[in-house]
């Protein structure tokens, strides 16, 4: 219904926009929204609940090479004043400069993704799996829509009915374990077995803590925290702009330094959990290299940033930020690990990253959850949470030893704004001396 | 479909018709309404990045069934589009009820109105690019410069909330954020400074807390010490006296003082996501934070710092309170329904950052109150030590005990006196020794305001903005280092 209406509301939008623009006028107009219901637990309890349903439009404006937008609310029932709302954006691009690198709509192009989902929307079907736990968390659910159109006539849509489970759970002694389910379709018996598998890992941090010293130590990063390495590439890496501003940690490779040949990543959009559109209608290619075997192979690319430094887009968004990351996996099998890794540190989960040194790629943070000291291949006992500070040249270059033969689907569950689509698909990674200083 | 209150500002009689209008029957309904106007322009190199306006209003319908709180949020704004709010919000409630964490009392009765003391103004689109436009150039200062940017972010927002126990609270602020920066580069060495950090300089107030007197002069000075970084000295690696400009302190409380003084993570609310603290109920009264020239208060009511008001989004009027006095912890971060979960004393702090978002606990004007000390006072007291200045990376562990730092700026401390500039500056410490080591804190002459909009926490997460005041500060035996 959400979808249906907002899809509606969004093609009558343009193409009253399209009725009231002057010849020499452009637009895009993009739609952003959400009918979702989030459930907040602690202690296994509701802690909060409610359901929020939002819908806001952006339209960009075009004239004489200038350009200038506004953010309006959307939705079932709402009809934008948009003969009011054209008319101040023209009185105020009057008074602006310039903008040599605008990206004017050209082709018209459409695409259309619609994915219908099952799951519940009351806490008692997420709590019968979760007595007798300290079970904390976020349970959010519902439709999310993406919508674009423009003056050239290209039309876009993505709804997603989806839901996400991020959640933790806690002992007395405050030590804990991480996971998430997420999809489109709830299956109990896999909820149900997930917890379980939560239960039986919190069992296991049933020890006490041991205290690790500063210094290097081998370590096996799991899919999750791999995930939130990843991540650091969309915030000063991987954009080409940044590269070419000087604000890129990844100059060196663009420079000729190369990473491990373990290290493949790719954008990779087949799966359909995010739109392929981006801001200015593009589509992005269903596969796009960015590091191959160690190279740096590909940069994202967006319109903008291709006509300021005369590159050719591959449909990155307005940021350049990775959107359908996807690690190539390797070698090492689950079972392998922990003998591979010997005698050093398995880490769950990372918080709290930062670049601490970007022009050199060092990153600080913390770990966090089910984190362990492991001693000849046998895990020994959970640590108390500890600060790396280490460089993606030396993790992902000569210290990279193996990669798993497995990849997870580590989903975002962000919800700044609104709820976020995809994911990582990542493996677990095996590193020698990485660095921890606190 | 009648798009009833689309024209602002709305009229209390609108919101008390919709309240008597619900087709919900509950023990105690609010409604809360907000409206935003952001206006935000920036530009790179002289050239325009983004002009345009957001205007953004909805409605949260909040509605006590059986002792438990459901929400309903809405920017649909017809009748029918927030009645549906409110039989959503009754839904929640009653789908939870059996399974409430805490049984919720309806909120008092408050009926008030505050608004931003300063007298706004909008400049026009216009004048601000033109502006923005000078300052790219003059932070040019060498053709080492390879990139100049400024932001310019104003904003007010409305609120209007009124609930069937008889509340009307009004409040209007109007904020200002500002940022600008020059990276320069030489060969590999690339090194960028900015007006005090990422969007550090944030006000309650107009267009005069942009163009101040000062401004030329910061502008020319930012140019000027990113190109002289890139022939500084790497920051040593020692353990040292640090000295924290207040641009850097406004992250030092708002990391290691304002989170971990929350009562919801104390509660545990926040472990899944932003985390815990290592603060226990137990503390509150007992524990000693820092050394005794530590105080630190909970202040709404600077008028023209970010993040004051008069009541928070649940009603409670606000009121400045000191969390630490003379380094003892006295009160919490924790708003009417943190303190009745805990029986622990808090402060006027449940805070949404949105229509579409529910109130939680949140920092507002997090302070160090200024002491004794002029800066040549602290800076003639040590032998060896570093200044530094304006954040650059920050990363803190879920427990808010194990800090790290990276700053843009910094100058050695020799004999009592400012000598080398030093690049990359970093430090790190732990949370209680670090401010157990606090040695100095200036005076007065030396506080200054800052704040940041970008404030995350929260399941649906929830960005805020919050204001921290800080005189110049010192610190004993800090570990401090550079770049690799």
């Known amino acids: 219904m959400f979808a249906e209406s907002s899809e509606l509301a969004l093609r009558q939008l343009a193409a009253a926009l399209r009725e009231q623009l002057a010849p020499a006028e452009q637009f895009v107009l993009h739609l952003t929204g959400e009918a979702s219901i989030f459930t907040r637990f602690n202690g296994g309890l509701v802690r909060q609940s409610g359901a929020v349903q939002d819908a806001r439009y952006q339209l960009h404006f075009f004239r004489d090479g200038k350009t200038c937008w506004r953010n309006f609310a959307g939705g079932e029932d709402q009809v934008p004043p948009i003969a009011s709302i054209l008319e101040d954006l023209r009185q105020e691009i009057d008074l602006l400069a310039p903008d040599p690198y605008a990206v004017l709509p050209k082709v018209a192009q459409t695409s259309r993704h619609s994915q219908t989902g099952q799951f519940p929307t009351d806490p008692a079907a997420i709590l019968e799996a979760t007595t007798g736990l300290d079970f904390t968390g976020l349970y959010a659910c519902g439709t999310v829509v993406r919508g674009y159109a423009d003056s050239a006539g290209s039309e876009h849509w993505f709804s997603a009915e989806t839901f996400t489970l991020d959640y933790s759970l806690f002992d007395s002694e405050g030590r804990a374990v991480k996971g998430t389910y997420a999809g489109s379709h709830w299956q109990a018996a896999e909820y149900q077995r997930q917890i379980a598998a939560s239960r039986q890992q919190l069992a296991q941090m049933q020890r006490s803590l041991k205290s690790i010293e500063r210094g290097q130590y081998r370590t096996y990063l799991a899919p999750a925290a791999v995930a939130d390495l990843v991540g650091m590439l969309s915030w000063g890496g991987i954009s080409e702009a940044d590269l070419q501003q000087g604000q890129s940690a990844l100059a060196l490779l663009r420079d000729g330094r190369q990473l491990s040949p373990l290290l493949s990543l790719q954008e990779d959009f087949q799966g359909g959990l995010v739109p392929s559109f981006n801001d200015h209608g593009e589509i992005a290619p269903v596969q796009l290299s960015l590091i191959d075997r160690g190279q740096l192979v590909n940069t994202l690319v967006n319109a903008r940033t291709a006509q300021e430094y005369d590159r050719v887009s591959n449909g990155a968004n307005s940021s350049e930020s990775l959107r359908a990351p996807s690690l190539a996996t390797g070698q090492l099998t689950r079972e392998q690990i922990l003998p591979e890794l010997g005698t050093g540190l398995y880490l769950s989960n990372l918080h709290y990253l930062n670049w601490s040194d970007r022009p050199t790629g060092r990153i600080t943070g913390m770990t966090r959850y089910a984190c362990f000291w492991v001693e000849d291949g046998e895990v020994v006992a959970p640590i108390g949470n500890l600060r790396f500070d280490a460089s993606l040249y030396d993790f992902w270059g000569a210290n990279l030893l193996a990669v798993t033969d497995f990849a997870e689907y580590v989903a975002a569950v962000d919800s700044y704004g609104g709820r976020s689509l995809g994911g990582d698909l990542v493996p677990g990674m095996l590193v020698k001396d990485f660095t921890y200083t606190l | ?484």
Request: with cysteine; glycine share 10%.
């Open chain 2, 1 to 484: 479909m009648q798009n009833i209150i689309a024209n602002s500002p709305v009229q209390p009689e609108q919101l008390d018709a919709l309240l008597a209008d619900l087709p919900i029957t509950a023990d105690w309904v609010g409604l809360r309404w907000v409206k935003e106007v952001d206006d935000l322009r920036s530009m790179r190199d002289g050239l325009p990045q983004s002009n345009g306006r957001t205007i953004n209003q909805g409605i949260m319908v909040e509605v006590l069934v059986d002792g438990q709180m459901g929400y309903g949020a809405t920017n649909s704004l017809s009748t029918a589009g927030i009645g549906k709010a409110a039989q959503l919000a009754y839904q929640q409630a009653v789908n939870a009820k059996a399974y409430g964490l805490h049984r919720s009392q309806p909120r008092p009765t408050v009926v008030g109105q505050y608004r931003t003391a300063a007298q706004v103004d909008r400049q026009s689109a216009g004048t601000i690019n033109e502006l923005m436009s000078e300052i790219c150039q003059q932070l040019k200062v060498a053709d080492s410069i390879v990139q100049t940017r400024v932001m310019i972010n104003q904003r007010t927002i409305e609120s209007f909330y009124v609930s069937s126990n008889g509340s009307h609270i009004y409040q209007q602020v109007s904020l200002l954020v500002s940022d600008f920066g020059a990276t320069a580069q030489s060969g590999n060495i690339t090194q960028t400074r900015s007006n005090g950090g990422l969007s550090s300089h944030c006000f309650q107030g107009g267009w005069d807390y942009f163009q101040t007197a000062d401004l030329w002069a910061r502008v020319e000075r930012i140019g000027r010490q990113a190109v002289e970084l890139l022939t500084a000295e790497e920051c040593p690696t020692t353990t040292t006296t640090l000295v924290l400009d207040p641009d850097q302190m406004l992250l030092q409380i708002h990391e290691s003082i304002g989170h971990p003084l929350e009562i919801d993570r104390i509660l545990g609310d926040e472990r899944n996501y932003a985390g815990g603290s290592f603060v226990r109920p137990t503390d509150f009264g007992h524990l000693v934070y820092g050394s005794p020239l530590m105080n630190v208060t909970f202040d709404p009511t600077i008028s023209d710092e970010f993040a004051s008001y008069g009541f928070d989004d649940s009603g409670t009027p606000a009121t400045k309170e000191y969390l630490i006095k003379e380094g003892k912890l006295l009160r919490g971060l924790g708003g009417a329904d943190s303190q009745a979960r805990s029986d622990l004393p808090g402060v006027a702090c449940s805070r949404s950052c949105d229509w579409n978002r529910a109130p939680i606990d949140r920092m507002a004007n997090i302070n160090l109150e200024p002491g004794n000390s002029s800066l040549d006072e602290i800076i003639g007291s040590i032998e060896l030590g570093i200044y530094m200045e304006s954040n650059r990376s920050w990363s803190i562990d879920d427990r808010r005990h194990k800090f790290q730092f990276g700053c843009e700026y910094a100058k050695l401390i020799e004999n009592g006196r400012l000598t080398k500039t030093l690049r990359d500056p970093n430090y790190r410490d732990v949370t209680p020794k670090f401010w157990g080591n606090l040695i100095a804190v200036g005076n007065a002459d030396t506080w200054r305001t800052y704040g940041s909009p970008y404030c995350g926490k929260g399941e649906p997460n929830q960005m805020i903005w919050v204001g921290h005041g800080s005189p110049v500060a010192a610190f004993a035996n800090v570990e401090v280092f550079g770049g690799s």
